[in-house]
């Protein structure tokens, strides 16, 4: 009998959904990073065995927004309750019971899946009593399916969490093939892994306003196994452009060289990555450039 459907993993922004679906599928289809919201749109990671197919999907973190780009980054996480077989409610081991978690788990009672609850980041609980109240007190607000605790980063239970997950999965066909491990195109990758490394690098004062888009990508006709690609990275203030550009030049080089790792290894060639950083002022309230760079409607 082979096993297969959707999963949805939701939770607050920083729990580690990312994370774990990485360490789940065995490649990174998500970049990950230590501030909150990483994760914009939605990302289906297909892991495969020959039993079952599970496909994954990173949601962004919810959040109360403040902008048109976070309702619609919440919007894309909580329209994927009702269209996946199994919810993974994610939390972190030492965060609080609060009113975002109040909100999220009234939108899962209105949800018809199982709902699991993972909770992530063991790693850093060190008074179990604590930890056990944490989840009476998320027990006492739903009926969850299944209470399980993991760490993401270490990969501890996870492979048990998998297990359970694939024995709550229904009988069915493989929805995407084997080889395959992600939904995603080359170049919505390559602009989530120079994000990332924009993410990685910069200050506080940059993560949230910023986006890479793909100005183009070829093949260079006079030196064989090269890929061009030019990308802009665009932010909503000039001072916010000084910083990605640094000194002389300096902090765009440093992206610019990290990310051309990541990009190697994703396309197996050698690449050539220019890159140029751009001001759209306020662009995460313009609702012509979220449709025109992919922030559209989306079920799951």
């Given at each position: 009998m082979h096993k297969s459907g959707f999963v949805t993993v939701?939770?607050?922004p920083n729990v580690g959904k990312s994370t774990f679906?990485?360490?789940a599928i065995g490649e990174k289809i998500a970049i990950v990073s230590s501030k909150p919201q990483t994760t914009r749109n939605t990302v289906r990671g297909i892991y495969n065995r020959d039993d079952a197919q599970i496909v994954f999907i990173d949601t962004p973190g919810v959040h109360e927004p403040k902008h048109k780009l976070g309702s619609f980054m919440r919007d894309a996480a909580l329209k994927t309750l009702n269209a996946v077989d199994l919810v993974l409610y994610m939390i972190n081991a030492v965060e609080k019971f609060d009113d975002v978690d109040a909100s999220i788990?009234?939108?899962l009672k209105r949800a018809k899946p199982k709902t699991f609850l993972v909770v992530n980041k063991i790693d850093l609980a060190k008074d179990i009593d604590r930890?056990?109240?944490?989840i009476d007190t998320f027990k006492s607000h739903h009926p969850f399916d299944g209470v399980f605790a993991v760490s993401a980063k270490d990969g501890t239970y996870t492979k048990l969490l998998l297990k359970d997950i694939i024995q709550a999965m229904p009988e069915g066909p493989k929805?995407?093939?084997?080889?395959?491990?992600h939904d995603r195109g080359q170049s919505f990758m390559i602009a989530e892994l120079i994000r990332e490394k924009v993410?990685?690098?910069t200050q506080q004062e940059i993560p949230h306003s910023v986006m890479v888009t793909i100005d183009a990508m070829d093949e260079d006709e006079s030196i064989e196994g090269l890929m061009n690609i030019h990308a802009s990275i665009i932010v909503e203030r000039d001072s916010q452009k000084g910083i990605i550009i640094g000194k002389g030049g300096k902090?765009?080089?440093r992206i610019g060289t990290r990310a051309r790792a990541d990009i190697l290894a994703l396309l197996g060639v050698k690449v050539y990555l220019d890159l140029h950083c751009k001001v759209e002022k306020d662009w995460r309230n313009k609702q012509r450039i979220l449709q025109a760079?992919?922030?559209k409607e989306d079920v799951i």
């Open positions: 939701i939770g607050k679906i990485n360490g788990i009234k939108q930890l056990s109240e944490l929805y995407y093939p084997e080889d395959m491990s993410l990685h690098l902090m765009i080089k760079h992919g922030f």
